[in-house]
Protein backbone atom coordinates (compact mmCIF):
# COMPACT_ATOMS: atom_id res chain seq x y z
CA UNK A 1 0.00 0.00 0.00
CA UNK A 2 1.58 3.20 -1.00
CA UNK A 3 1.34 6.02 1.63
CA UNK A 4 -0.79 9.54 1.74
CA UNK A 5 1.43 12.69 2.64
CA UNK A 6 -0.54 15.35 4.12
CA UNK A 7 1.40 18.35 4.89
CA UNK A 8 0.48 21.14 7.63
CA UNK A 9 -0.86 18.09 9.72
CA UNK A 10 -0.15 20.44 12.95
CA UNK A 11 -2.95 22.50 11.43
CA UNK A 12 -6.02 22.82 11.17
CA UNK A 13 -7.20 21.41 7.49
CA UNK A 14 -3.94 19.14 8.06
CA UNK A 15 -4.74 17.52 10.66
CA UNK A 16 -8.63 16.68 10.15
CA UNK A 17 -7.87 15.67 6.90
CA UNK A 18 -4.96 13.06 8.50
CA UNK A 19 -7.63 11.65 9.97
CA UNK A 20 -10.31 11.40 7.82
CA UNK A 21 -7.87 9.70 5.12
CA UNK A 22 -6.84 6.86 7.65
CA UNK A 23 -10.19 6.52 8.90
CA UNK A 24 -10.89 5.55 5.48
CA UNK A 25 -8.31 3.12 5.63
CA UNK A 26 -5.10 4.68 4.22
CA UNK A 27 -1.68 4.94 5.17
CA UNK A 28 -1.13 8.10 6.01
CA UNK A 29 2.16 9.91 7.17
CA UNK A 30 1.84 13.26 8.61
CA UNK A 31 4.29 15.96 8.39
CA UNK A 32 4.38 19.05 10.00
CA UNK A 33 6.56 21.60 12.40
CA UNK A 34 5.06 21.12 15.71
CA UNK A 35 6.15 17.76 17.02
CA UNK A 36 4.62 18.19 20.40
CA UNK A 37 0.89 18.47 18.00
CA UNK A 38 2.30 15.79 15.52
CA UNK A 39 2.47 13.66 18.89
CA UNK A 40 -1.12 14.52 19.59
CA UNK A 41 -2.37 13.35 16.31
CA UNK A 42 -0.45 10.16 16.33
CA UNK A 43 -2.33 9.27 19.74
CA UNK A 44 -5.50 10.06 18.69
CA UNK A 45 -5.51 8.27 15.44
CA UNK A 46 -4.33 5.03 17.42
CA UNK A 47 -7.33 5.91 19.57
CA UNK A 48 -9.74 5.91 16.77
CA UNK A 49 -8.28 2.74 15.19
CA UNK A 50 -8.50 0.41 18.53
CA UNK A 51 -11.99 1.82 19.18
CA UNK A 52 -13.23 1.41 15.81
CA UNK A 53 -13.91 -2.09 15.84
CA UNK A 54 -14.49 -2.20 12.29
CA UNK A 55 -10.77 -3.01 10.65
CA UNK A 56 -11.63 -0.73 8.12
CA UNK A 57 -8.44 2.18 9.76
CA UNK A 58 -5.05 2.90 8.49
CA UNK A 59 -1.86 3.11 9.61
CA UNK A 60 -0.82 6.99 10.51
CA UNK A 61 3.30 8.01 11.23
CA UNK A 62 4.61 11.70 11.63
CA UNK A 63 7.04 13.65 10.38
CA UNK A 64 8.36 16.41 11.74
CA UNK A 65 9.78 18.57 9.15
CA UNK A 66 9.73 22.42 8.29
CA UNK A 67 9.15 21.98 3.74
CA UNK A 68 11.29 25.44 3.52
CA UNK A 69 15.21 23.71 4.12
CA UNK A 70 14.65 19.44 5.19
CA UNK A 71 15.72 16.83 2.51
CA UNK A 72 12.14 15.77 1.51
CA UNK A 73 13.21 12.40 -0.31
CA UNK A 74 13.11 10.50 2.78
CA UNK A 75 9.56 12.46 3.54
CA UNK A 76 8.13 11.07 0.15
CA UNK A 77 9.78 7.65 0.12
CA UNK A 78 6.49 4.84 -0.80
CA UNK A 79 4.33 8.32 -1.34
CA UNK A 80 1.75 8.01 -3.85
CA UNK A 81 0.09 11.06 -3.15
CA UNK A 82 0.53 14.33 -1.56
CA UNK A 83 -2.15 16.24 0.18
CA UNK A 84 -0.07 19.69 0.36
CA UNK A 85 -1.53 21.65 3.67
CA UNK A 86 0.97 23.35 4.78
CA UNK A 87 1.02 26.96 4.99
CA UNK A 88 1.73 30.20 6.82
CA UNK A 89 -1.49 31.56 6.85
CA UNK A 90 -2.30 35.09 8.45
CA UNK A 91 -3.53 38.52 6.83
CA UNK A 92 -0.06 39.91 8.48
CA UNK A 93 3.16 38.97 9.23
CA UNK A 94 6.80 39.83 6.65
CA UNK A 95 6.48 38.99 3.46
CA UNK A 96 9.90 37.31 3.23
CA UNK A 97 8.08 35.21 5.82
CA UNK A 98 4.78 34.20 3.20
CA UNK A 99 7.57 33.52 0.32
CA UNK A 100 9.59 31.04 2.23
CA UNK A 101 6.73 29.04 3.64
CA UNK A 102 4.01 29.21 0.81
CA UNK A 103 5.98 29.65 -2.03
CA UNK A 104 9.68 28.42 -1.99
CA UNK A 105 8.62 25.57 -0.19
CA UNK A 106 5.89 23.84 -2.08
CA UNK A 107 8.20 24.73 -5.17
CA UNK A 108 10.26 22.26 -3.25
CA UNK A 109 7.83 19.83 -2.58
CA UNK A 110 6.49 20.51 -6.20
CA UNK A 111 9.96 19.16 -7.23
CA UNK A 112 10.03 16.56 -4.81
CA UNK A 113 7.43 14.78 -5.40
CA UNK A 114 7.87 14.71 -9.43
CA UNK A 115 11.64 12.86 -8.69
CA UNK A 116 9.47 10.69 -6.39
CA UNK A 117 7.05 9.48 -9.34
CA UNK A 118 4.14 11.35 -7.15
CA UNK A 119 0.96 10.04 -9.12
CA UNK A 120 -1.48 12.85 -7.26
CA UNK A 121 -0.37 16.09 -5.97
CA UNK A 122 -3.44 17.64 -3.79
CA UNK A 123 -2.72 21.80 -3.24
CA UNK A 124 -4.43 23.67 -1.02
CA UNK A 125 -4.80 27.23 -2.44
CA UNK A 126 -6.79 29.96 -1.16
CA UNK A 127 -10.14 32.35 -1.96
CA UNK A 128 -8.22 35.04 -0.45
CA UNK A 129 -6.85 35.65 -3.71
CA UNK A 130 -10.45 36.63 -4.78
CA UNK A 131 -10.27 39.60 -2.11
CA UNK A 132 -11.92 42.65 -3.55
CA UNK A 133 -13.38 46.14 -1.20
CA UNK A 134 -16.64 45.36 -3.33
CA UNK A 135 -19.49 43.26 -2.93
CA UNK A 136 -19.15 39.71 -5.22
CA UNK A 137 -21.29 36.94 -5.50
CA UNK A 138 -21.10 33.08 -7.07
CA UNK A 139 -17.60 33.89 -7.60
CA UNK A 140 -16.15 31.04 -10.30
CA UNK A 141 -12.54 29.58 -9.83
CA UNK A 142 -11.24 31.90 -13.35
CA UNK A 143 -9.34 34.27 -12.09
CA UNK A 144 -6.53 36.99 -12.72
CA UNK A 145 -4.58 38.79 -10.32
CA UNK A 146 -4.92 42.43 -8.72
CA UNK A 147 -2.84 44.97 -9.67
CA UNK A 148 -1.67 45.19 -6.36
CA UNK A 149 -2.48 42.52 -3.35
CA UNK A 150 -4.24 43.22 -0.36
CA UNK A 151 -2.13 40.90 1.89
CA UNK A 152 1.21 39.12 1.22
CA UNK A 153 -0.86 36.09 2.15
CA UNK A 154 -2.98 36.20 -0.24
CA UNK A 155 -0.25 37.02 -3.17
CA UNK A 156 2.07 34.24 -2.26
CA UNK A 157 -0.89 31.47 -2.10
CA UNK A 158 -1.71 32.56 -5.70
CA UNK A 159 2.27 32.29 -6.68
CA UNK A 160 2.08 28.67 -5.38
CA UNK A 161 -0.82 27.98 -7.21
CA UNK A 162 1.09 29.30 -10.23
CA UNK A 163 4.04 26.84 -8.83
CA UNK A 164 1.67 23.99 -8.95
CA UNK A 165 0.48 24.51 -12.86
CA UNK A 166 4.47 24.48 -13.67
CA UNK A 167 4.25 21.10 -12.21
CA UNK A 168 1.85 19.92 -13.86
CA UNK A 169 3.09 21.31 -17.58
CA UNK A 170 6.54 19.08 -16.36
CA UNK A 171 4.29 16.05 -16.14
CA UNK A 172 2.89 15.97 -12.04
CA UNK A 173 -1.08 15.07 -11.90
CA UNK A 174 -2.21 17.84 -9.54
CA UNK A 175 -5.32 19.99 -8.99
CA UNK A 176 -5.80 22.69 -6.51
CA UNK A 177 -8.47 23.30 -3.94
CA UNK A 178 -9.64 26.69 -2.52
CA UNK A 179 -11.55 26.47 0.86
CA UNK A 180 -13.43 29.47 2.07
CA UNK A 181 -13.03 30.41 5.85
CA UNK A 182 -12.17 26.91 7.28
CA UNK A 183 -13.42 26.97 10.90
CA UNK A 184 -13.81 24.01 13.65
CA UNK A 185 -11.86 22.86 16.78
CA UNK A 186 -8.28 23.32 15.95
CA UNK A 187 -8.62 26.42 14.49
CA UNK A 188 -5.78 29.00 15.40
CA UNK A 189 -6.67 31.93 12.45
CA UNK A 190 -10.86 33.04 12.31
CA UNK A 191 -12.57 32.20 15.21
CA UNK A 192 -10.10 32.88 17.68
CA UNK A 193 -9.77 36.43 16.05
CA UNK A 194 -13.12 37.56 16.10
CA UNK A 195 -13.01 36.29 19.93
CA UNK A 196 -9.88 37.79 20.93
CA UNK A 197 -11.95 41.41 19.66
CA UNK A 198 -15.36 40.42 21.15
CA UNK A 199 -13.79 39.34 24.52
CA UNK A 200 -14.45 43.17 25.82
CA UNK A 201 -17.90 42.30 25.38
CA UNK A 202 -18.53 44.30 21.94
CA UNK A 203 -18.00 43.51 18.27
CA UNK A 204 -17.69 45.79 15.49
CA UNK A 205 -20.14 45.30 13.03
CA UNK A 206 -19.49 46.56 10.04
CA UNK A 207 -21.84 47.71 7.66
CA UNK A 208 -24.04 46.68 9.83
CA UNK A 209 -23.26 42.96 9.19
CA UNK A 210 -25.48 42.55 6.34
CA UNK A 211 -22.24 41.14 3.84
CA UNK A 212 -23.10 37.75 2.98
CA UNK A 213 -19.83 35.59 3.32
CA UNK A 214 -19.08 31.62 2.52
CA UNK A 215 -17.60 29.70 5.39
CA UNK A 216 -16.40 26.28 5.58
CA UNK A 217 -16.38 23.23 8.43
CA UNK A 218 -13.47 21.66 8.48
CA UNK A 219 -15.66 18.42 8.57
CA UNK A 220 -16.47 19.16 5.21
CA UNK A 221 -13.54 20.43 3.74
CA UNK A 222 -11.77 17.08 5.12
CA UNK A 223 -14.71 15.07 2.85
CA UNK A 224 -13.44 17.34 0.02
CA UNK A 225 -9.55 16.11 0.37
CA UNK A 226 -11.02 12.57 0.46
CA UNK A 227 -12.66 12.62 -2.58
CA UNK A 228 -9.81 14.30 -4.51
CA UNK A 229 -7.37 11.58 -3.19
CA UNK A 230 -10.16 8.92 -4.03
CA UNK A 231 -12.08 9.70 -6.73
CA UNK A 232 -11.39 9.86 -11.07
CA UNK A 233 -10.70 13.39 -10.71
CA UNK A 234 -9.29 15.81 -13.20
CA UNK A 235 -5.55 16.43 -12.48
CA UNK A 236 -4.41 19.06 -14.67
CA UNK A 237 -4.26 21.50 -12.02
CA UNK A 238 -7.30 22.91 -12.31
CA UNK A 239 -8.57 24.56 -8.83
CA UNK A 240 -12.06 24.39 -7.01
CA UNK A 241 -13.49 26.35 -4.82
CA UNK A 242 -14.86 24.76 -1.54
CA UNK A 243 -17.26 25.90 1.22
CA UNK A 244 -20.45 25.35 2.88
CA UNK A 245 -21.93 25.73 -0.25
CA UNK A 246 -24.84 28.51 2.47
CA UNK A 247 -23.83 31.61 2.80
CA UNK A 248 -25.28 33.44 5.29
CA UNK A 249 -24.64 37.22 6.70
CA UNK A 250 -22.22 38.25 8.77
CA UNK A 251 -24.78 39.37 11.56
CA UNK A 252 -26.36 35.67 11.44
CA UNK A 253 -22.66 34.13 12.03
CA UNK A 254 -21.52 35.89 14.90
CA UNK A 255 -24.72 35.72 16.65
CA UNK A 256 -24.89 31.95 16.41
CA UNK A 257 -21.27 31.58 17.01
CA UNK A 258 -21.90 34.03 20.34
CA UNK A 259 -24.93 32.25 20.99
CA UNK A 260 -22.76 28.57 20.86
CA UNK A 261 -20.44 29.81 23.23
CA UNK A 262 -22.98 31.48 25.93
CA UNK A 263 -21.41 35.03 25.15
CA UNK A 264 -22.88 37.82 25.74
CA UNK A 265 -21.47 40.67 23.25
CA UNK A 266 -22.68 43.69 21.94
CA UNK A 267 -23.16 44.29 18.05
CA UNK A 268 -22.07 47.95 16.70
CA UNK A 269 -22.63 49.24 13.61
CA UNK A 270 -19.67 50.91 12.04
CA UNK A 271 -19.88 52.13 8.60
CA UNK A 272 -17.45 50.64 5.99
CA UNK A 273 -15.31 53.97 5.49
CA UNK A 274 -14.68 54.04 9.08
CA UNK A 275 -13.86 50.76 10.07
CA UNK A 276 -11.44 50.35 6.82
CA UNK A 277 -9.92 54.19 7.61
CA UNK A 278 -9.61 53.01 11.30
CA UNK A 279 -7.66 49.35 10.66
CA UNK A 280 -5.54 51.69 8.15
CA UNK A 281 -4.34 53.78 11.79
CA UNK A 282 -3.73 50.52 13.19
CA UNK A 283 -1.32 49.16 10.54
CA UNK A 284 0.61 52.20 10.53
CA UNK A 285 0.72 52.11 14.26
CA UNK A 286 1.87 48.47 14.22
CA UNK A 287 4.76 48.46 11.74
CA UNK A 288 6.29 51.53 13.35
CA UNK A 289 6.32 49.17 16.71
CA UNK A 290 8.69 46.69 17.49
CA UNK A 291 8.59 43.16 15.40
CA UNK A 292 5.33 45.00 13.82
CA UNK A 293 2.99 42.88 16.05
CA UNK A 294 -0.79 41.77 14.22
CA UNK A 295 -2.87 44.95 14.93
CA UNK A 296 -6.25 44.00 16.77
CA UNK A 297 -7.84 44.98 13.05
CA UNK A 298 -6.41 44.86 9.64
CA UNK A 299 -7.87 46.15 6.45
CA UNK A 300 -8.32 42.90 5.13
CA UNK A 301 -10.41 41.88 8.26
CA UNK A 302 -12.00 44.58 7.92
CA UNK A 303 -13.06 43.44 4.26
CA UNK A 304 -14.12 39.93 4.53
CA UNK A 305 -16.28 40.91 7.09
CA UNK A 306 -17.64 44.32 5.62
CA UNK A 307 -18.17 43.42 1.85
CA UNK A 308 -19.94 40.46 0.43
CA UNK A 309 -18.20 37.50 -1.23
CA UNK A 310 -20.13 34.28 -2.00
CA UNK A 311 -17.97 31.59 -4.45
CA UNK A 312 -19.78 29.22 -6.57
CA UNK A 313 -18.72 25.60 -5.83
CA UNK A 314 -20.70 23.65 -8.41
CA UNK A 315 -17.02 22.21 -10.19
CA UNK A 316 -16.69 20.52 -7.08
CA UNK A 317 -19.99 19.24 -7.03
CA UNK A 318 -19.57 17.83 -10.52
CA UNK A 319 -16.14 16.64 -10.69
CA UNK A 320 -15.17 15.87 -7.36
CA UNK A 321 -18.28 14.07 -6.79
CA UNK A 322 -18.63 16.08 -3.10
CA UNK A 323 -21.17 17.45 -1.11
CA UNK A 324 -21.05 19.71 2.62
CA UNK A 325 -22.80 17.18 4.83
CA UNK A 326 -21.84 19.56 8.08
CA UNK A 327 -24.27 23.06 8.13
CA UNK A 328 -22.85 25.74 9.84
CA UNK A 329 -24.71 25.57 12.73
CA UNK A 330 -23.99 22.49 13.62
CA UNK A 331 -20.35 22.98 12.63
CA UNK A 332 -19.80 26.19 15.04
CA UNK A 333 -22.25 24.01 18.07
CA UNK A 334 -18.31 20.98 17.47
CA UNK A 335 -16.41 24.34 17.43
CA UNK A 336 -17.75 25.32 21.08
CA UNK A 337 -18.06 22.12 22.27
CA UNK A 338 -14.40 21.94 21.34
CA UNK A 339 -13.82 25.27 23.12
CA UNK A 340 -15.62 24.20 26.42
CA UNK A 341 -13.49 21.34 27.10
CA UNK A 342 -9.87 23.28 26.30
CA UNK A 343 -9.29 21.39 23.26
CA UNK A 344 -9.43 24.40 20.98
CA UNK A 345 -7.25 27.41 21.00
CA UNK A 346 -8.46 30.50 22.38
Known amino acids: MTRILVTGAS ?5 HAALALAARGHAVRANGRDAAALARLRALAATASADG ?3 RSGRLDTVAADLAEAPLDLLLAGVGTVVHCAARSSPWGPAAAFERDNVHATRRLLAAARAAGVRRFVHLGSPSIYFRFADQFDVGEDFLPPRRWITDYARSKWESELAVREAVAAGLPALVLRPRAVFGPGDRAILPRILAVAARGRFPLVGGGRA ?5 CVDNIADAIVCAVENAVPTDGRAFNLSNGAPVTVRELLEMLFAALAMDVRLRHVPRALAVAAAGVAETVARLR ?17 WSQTLDISRARRELGWEPRIDVREGLARYAAAWRAGETPR
Open 11 to 15: GLIGW
Open 53 to 55: GRG
Open 212 to 216: RIDVS
Open 290 to 306: PGCPEPPLTRYGIGVIG
